[in-house]
């Protein structure tokens, strides 16, 4: 399990790490940020696709083509974790050496948006307090991480309890004739 585990989850957690880097780069150039979280989460999904490849090569290579629930839910949360802490990491190390201004530009990007939408008054003044909220979470590291694996790790645990559904399979009772 630990060498399926291992494998998926650090190719897992290239990819989605280098779509992110990637999308971070594009975005913050352009200071537009439109796009990026739908190319975020597909990226995420697509990563996530290796709990399934796990679960499955695990299942039929290592265990007799059987393997419980629990079990197939423990190796999608372990690749998950893998995965989720590259992805924390690249994006930590990207923000203080690469974008350290991210979130101004992030903040600066979403007002102009909110505006070309027609947001004024007192919605506008409400994401502005939001917005800045977030700001000042963002000069403390730990909110950071945290708040980076609270993007990443509801969508691995979704997948991880999806191909468990999907891929449990426990031995057949023998039957009497």
């Given at each position: 399990m630990k060498k399926v585990v291992i494998t998926c989850g650090l190719i897992a957690g290239t990819i989605v790490s280098v779509?992110?880097?990637?999308?971070?780069?594009?975005?913050?150039?352009?200071?537009?940020?439109?796009?990026s979280m739908l190319v975020g989460y597909?990226?995420?999904?697509?990563?996530?696709?290796?709990?399934?490849?796990?679960?499955?090569?695990?299942?039929?290579?290592?265990?007799?083509?059987?393997?419980?629930?629990?079990?197939?839910?423990?190796?999608?949360?372990?690749i998950t974790l893998i995965a989720s802490t590259m992805y924390v990491i690249a994006w930590y190390i990207d923000y203080h050496f690469f974008v350290p201004d991210f979130m101004d530009k992030f903040t600066d990007a979403t007002l102009k948006e909110l505006r070309a939408e027609g947001v004024s008054g007192a919605e506008l003044e409400k994401q502005i307090v939001e917005l800045n909220s977030y700001k000042e979470m963002y000069k403390n590291p730990a909110m950071i991480i945290l708040m980076t694996y609270m993007e990443i790790l509801p969508v691995?645990?979704?997948?991880?309890?999806i191909s468990a559904l999907l891929l449990k399979k426990q031995s057949q009772p023998a039957r009497v004739s």
């Open positions: 779509f992110m880097l990637s999308s971070i780069a594009w975005s913050s150039s352009r200071d537009n940020f439109e796009g597909a990226s995420m999904l697509l990563s996530f696709s290796l709990i399934f490849v796990g679960i499955k090569n695990f299942r039929d290579k290592y265990n007799h083509g059987l393997v419980s629930f629990g079990k197939a839910f423990q190796i999608g949360l372990y691995g645990l979704l997948v991880s309890l």
